[in-house]
């Protein structure tokens, strides 16, 4: 029958330990996420400050621009540095992002070759200001960064676009964690349902598991043709302590963190979302339940009492799926 | 982990109350649960007639009012000419008309439209004094011996009125003597009167549909106590026949005309099927129950309310599609606004005033985005482009003569400029291709909603029992509650599932 063809059934998904939406949203981002603390996440500009105080490395910031009288210095700010980003401070789902490589002679290429003016730079901006891309059209303010060199490891991996690694936090431990690398169909964005290509991370190894573009499986990169099975993140157990850490800086128990790996600076802190999507799970083709559960069933005290090193090892050792 | 415990009984309790209210109003008010019920509604017309004499002239008639069995839910007079007024004397209503000078045939109209109702209220009644004046030998002496005959066979003041009327038939002598001198409800009256059992005449009206020319016919109005019942004088009959209206129930006269000659009333009945909506509003139009109701309101805000109260019901099914289906749409509660405004417009006009509208602002947007505008103005000025569509779109199918095309301008604008905004921004970030899968989905909830907010069962419950929207409101929690997968995820999940079975 055509209905048994495309859907499956709820409780072959329930005893995969597939975790849902309504799930989600009601039994771990509802429960574990203080609405309070959700600014801190929401606003990339205090989720800075925040990581800055807790030493979690983080892009460096160019300059702010919070008013619309600032816009036409984004030419003067940005004269010293080759390649930036401009972020919206409240944007959510990499909107309104804007990634421009190098600049020469008042014009400014974006990583795909193509260029535009310190006109467009300026109305992107007012957009930014007036909050076109933040939750709820609330009026927001624009971060200008450094660009991230990634790490050449990763060459191959992604096209026109930083590969970076989200990892599911949960009470403090890490439960998943996947690489999301951008393709052409994606344009140069991370995320998975544009065309960006999810690898799925091992746990205690920082090997890839499997990819997945669209919810199919792949083996080879889209565009590059690079075998995504061969990808491991180099730094790993640093990666996993930098994203472990942020439990505490936010107090969000259920977040997900997006770090890259910069050639210098090693993992950084990108963004904390405090509504982390669930096409991880099809990434590494393995349910969150299970993990989380057993989280869940872990005293309180005897968590508080765990430093963030000893939740990455716990982590490491129970939900790592490759042997070292 | 906070419980979970008062939240179940919080909509535990939405659902009884809002069952009970529903229950309540079904049970006590009698409001259908299905739409489409007909109440009968007897429209009684009395004519009154006389001869006037040249000078002024004041006809003055009982009118009746809600009782039981029936509610009045109109009066009407036709008179032209004179000068009426509703006057009230001892506490009894009457129609009074007056003309300081009128000669020859004079016709008179009052229209009493009654609803059949079988949870009316009763009508006050005062027990009437009891009258032993003794009526002169040989009358009071046949009084007597029918009264003690039927005394010895009774037990109360109903069943001694019973056997009296028996009586008359026993012995028709004293019964033939009475009736020579007074009718039989009369009589009746004196005779339960000399058993110091209060008594009065009633004078009603047959319902009939289609009768004319008919005359009231006399009851008694027996009291037991402070109860009392109705018989028929002739029959010996107890009990409100159905169909029978009270018409003249305070022992006044029916009709009182000065300044004219042979002044008589005749009565006209037709029977009129009303929806059970109808009847209700102008039953609930005048009284001061302590019900939870929208009739109450003037005919006005009820259009409003009919539109609010449905709103819920647009809000549940856009819960549902996202929550239980994981629809997407562009903006949560744009498509309940969108399907009010197909409310007014009907579907297809609806959708294709959205569609060009959209389409038209997208063009012009596409344009503005050209110009670096702020937000806030370039949205300004595409809310003045909306207007300027919807203006134009009214006026040229207008001059078609296409009058459905005037309904766009009931879209809420504002929405729609919002909407072209965004869907302008998807556009230019996504390609048009989720422009189309949004604003699909969009219209898609909306025409559901539309569908279910069209629904006539639906506009009927919502709009009479006000209980519904507990419900609904528990619903929605109960939904706001449910961590179970959505059926987008079924699909979503699905390769994933096969995969991990596999193996």
């Known amino acids: 029958m055509w209905f048994f063809e495309k859907y499956t059934s709820p409780f072959k998904l329930g005893k995969l330990g597939i975790m849902g939406m309504n799930q989600r949203n009601v039994s771990y981002i509802g429960r574990y996420n203080p609405r309070s603390l959700y600014p801190l996440v929401d606003n990339k500009l205090k989720t800075k400050r925040i990581a800055v105080d807790a030493g979690v490395t983080v892009p460096k910031l160019i300059g702010t621009i919070q008013h619309q009288h600032e816009v036409t210095k984004i030419a003067e700010m940005v004269k010293e540095w080759p390649g930036f980003c401009i972020k919206p401070a409240r944007g959510s789902g990499g909107k309104g992002i804007l990634v421009i490589m190098r600049h020469a002679d008042g014009l400014y290429y974006k990583p795909n070759g193509s260029s535009c003016t310190t006109n467009d730079l300026e109305r992107h901006i007012t957009n930014i200001l007036a909050g076109l891309f933040s939750l709820g059209g609330k009026p927001d303010f624009v971060l200008v960064e450094d660009l991230i060199m990634f790490d050449d490891v990763f ?44 690898v799925g991370l091992c746990l205690r190894t920082g090997k890839a598991l499997r990819a997945v573009q669209y919810n199919s499986p792949m083996r080879y990169h889209p565009d590059t043709g690079r075998d995504l099975y061969e990808l491991q993140v180099p730094h790993w157990e640093k990666l996993l302590n930098l994203s472990a850490a942020c439990y505490e800086m936010s107090g969000l128990g259920y977040i997900g963190t997006d770090i890259v790996l910069d050639k210098k600076r090693g993992p950084l802190l990108l963004e904390l979302n405090a509504r982390p999507g669930l096409s991880i799970q099809i990434a590494n083709g393995a349910g969150l339940l299970p993990r989380v559960r057993k989280i869940e069933k872990m005293a309180d005290t005897d968590i508080k009492r765990m430093s963030v090193a000893e939740r990455v090892k716990y982590a490491m050792d129970n939900f790592g799926v490759l042997q070292p | ?196 059992i209060p008594a009065r005449v009633v004078r009603a009206l047959n319902l009939e549909d289609g009768r004319r020319r008919q005359r ?58 009303v929806p059970v909506s109808k009847a209700l509003q102008a039953k609930f139009e005048h009284t001061e129950l302590l019900n939870f109701s929208v009739d109450m309101l003037p005919v006005e805000e009820q259009a409003l309310f009919k539109g609010i109260l449905l709103i819920p019901i647009g809000v549940m099914v856009v819960v549902f599609l996202r929550i239980i289906c994981g629809l997407r749409t562009s903006g949560t509660f744009m498509p309940v606004l969108i399907a009010v405004a197909f409310l007014q417009t009907q579907l297809l006009t609806g959708l294709l005033g959205f569609l060009s509208i959209v ?72 390609g048009p291709k989720e422009v189309f899968k949004q604003g699909g ?36 929690l109960l939904m706001g509650n449910y961590t179970g997968y959505r059926l987008s995820e079924l699909k979503r999940f699905k390769p994933l599932a096969d995969e991990l079975h596999k193996k």
């Open chain 1, 155 to 198: 060459d191959g991996y992604s096209y026109e676009g930083v590969p970076d690694t989200r990892v599911i936090i949960f009470k403090g431990f890490p439960v998943m964690a996947m690489m999301r690398l951008s393709t052409a169909s994606s344009d140069g964005k991370a995320n998975l349902h544009q065309g960006a290509v999810g």
């Open chain 2, 1 to 196: 982990m906070v419980s979970r415990r008062p939240f179940y009984i919080v909509v535990a309790l939405l659902y009884i109350i809002g069952l009970a209210l529903v229950a309540y109003r079904h049970l006590a008010f009698n409001v259908p649960l299905w739409p489409g019920e007909y109440r009968n509604v007897w429209s009684a017309e009395a004519k009154v007639e006389f001869d006037a004499n040249g000078g002024p002239v004041i006809a003055s008639l009982a009118v009746p009012d809600t009782q039981e069995g029936f509610t009045r839910v109109g009066e009407n007079t036709a008179s032209p000419g004179y000068g009426l007024s509703f006057v009230t004397k001892d506490g009894v209503a009457r129609a009074e008309w007056s003309i300081s000078s009128a000669t020859g045939h004079q016709e008179l109209y009052y229209r009493a439209d009654m609803l059949s109702d079988p949870y009316a209220k009763a009508l006050p009644t005062t027990i009437p004094p009891i009258d032993k004046s003794l009526e002169k030998q040989p009358i009071a002496f046949a009084i007597n011996q029918i009264l003690t005959a039927a005394k010895s066979r009774s037990a109360d003041a109903f069943t001694l009125t019973r056997e009296i009327v028996k009586e008359f038939q026993i012995q028709a002598q004293n019964a033939a003597l009475l009736e020579q001198n007074k009718k039989p409800a009369y009589l009746l009256v004196e005779i339960l009167n000399q058993a110091d």
């Open chain 2, 441 to 476: 989905g969009s219209l898609l909830v909306a025409i559901m909603a539309y569908l279910a907010m069209n629904n006539g069962l639906i506009q009927h419950l919502t709009f009479n029992f006000l209980g519904l929207q507990l419900i609904i409101m528990a619903t929605v």
């Open chain 2, 359 to 430: 389409g038209v602002g997208l063009v012009i947007r596409s344009w503005l985005s050209k110009l670096n505008l702020l937000l806030v103005a370039r949205i300004s000025a595409i809310i003045i482009t909306v207007i300027c569509i919807i203006g134009g779109l009214s006026v040229l199918t207008y001059k078609l003569g296409i009058t459905q095309g005037m309904k766009i301008t009931f879209f809420p604008m504002i929405i729609l400029s919002w909407t072209i905004e965004r869907m302008s921004i998807l556009w230019e970030e996504e």
């Open chain 2, 216 to 273: 009231l016919v006399d009851y008694v109005q027996v009291f037991n106590g402070d109860k009392y019942d109705l018989f028929d004088p002739v029959t010996g009959v107890q009990g409100r026949p159905d169909n029978l209206l009270l018409w003249e129930y305070n022992s006044v006269p029916l009709l009182d005309v000065t300044g004219a000659s042979k002044s008589q009333v005749s009565f006209s009945i037709i029977k009129k099927m």
